[in-house]
């Protein structure tokens, strides 16, 4: 489900807030940088760098799995 990024704009939000909104309201599911970037309307150069510093906090987790072509992808998910 994408998060509106004007939604969290308009409460005072960041780059920060918006990925983790979204990443809480599908908690069920795991993304890759591409997937969380379309959904947020963040860049993902931007978003790398957000993700390393939540990633660094522990605010999120990751999975490395490999995809039916054979190559490593990651993917990213809150941590509860």
Known sequence: MPV?????K??????ESLITSFLEKNSDSYFTLKE????TGIDI???HVII???LWSGRIKYRDIYDHENKL???YAINK
């Open 10 to 15: 308009s409460r005072g939000g960041d780059a």
């Open 4 to 8: 509106k990024s004007d939604d969290i």
């Open 36 to 39: 969380i970037s379309e959904s």
């Open 45 to 47: 150069i931007e978003l």
């Open 52 to 54: 390393t510093m939540m």
């Open 73 to 75: 992808r990651r993917y």
